[in-house]
């Protein structure tokens, strides 16, 4: 592996606070195995994670690791904002805000905007993740 399975791991616990992440440890072991099966390095791994929370709200499933992580393979000109300071800490997709526990959301800046915006256009469109292009 080039990308340890604890390194993933933590990647994707930033995730933890929304209704679609699973706690089964079984399941995230397995698919923290699959992505470092597939991810060259660490900033691969991110840009896993960025693209499947920048057009889905489902958990991501094992059998769509190969594919994700070959589209995502080199960094490539990506067409949203930078992340701001507060949403970089966490891959540029999310926030963590502090109440009733905290929780994970869409940050305020202009890169949560257009994340915030593609969110709405697949809620309307019904678009399931297997379903984006």
């Not at 616990?13 to 923290?32: M, W």
């Not at 597939?38 to 693209?51: G, K, L």
């Not at 490539?76 to 891959?91: I, K, N, R, V």
Request: net charge positive; glycine share 10%.
């Amino acid at each position: 592996m080039s990308v340890t399975l604890k390194t993933i791991m933590g990647k994707m616990r930033v995730l933890s606070g929304q209704s679609f992440f699973v706690r089964d440890e079984v399941l995230l072991n397995a698919l923290g195995r699959k992505i470092a099966a597939y991810a060259t390095d660490a900033a691969h791994v991110e840009r896993m994670i960025d693209a499947w929370v920048s057009r889905t709200t489902e958990m991501l499933r094992i059998a769509d690791v190969a594919s994700l992580a070959a589209e995502s393979v080199q960094g490539g000109a990506s067409t949203l904002p930078e992340p701001c300071s507060a949403c970089a800490q966490y891959g540029g997709s999310f926030v963590i805000r502090e109440m009733d526990g905290g929780s994970a959301g869409r940050c305020d800046c202009m890169r949560g905007l257009a994340l915030r915006t593609m969110d709405s256009a697949r809620a309307r469109n019904g678009l399931k993740h297997s379903e984006v292009a």
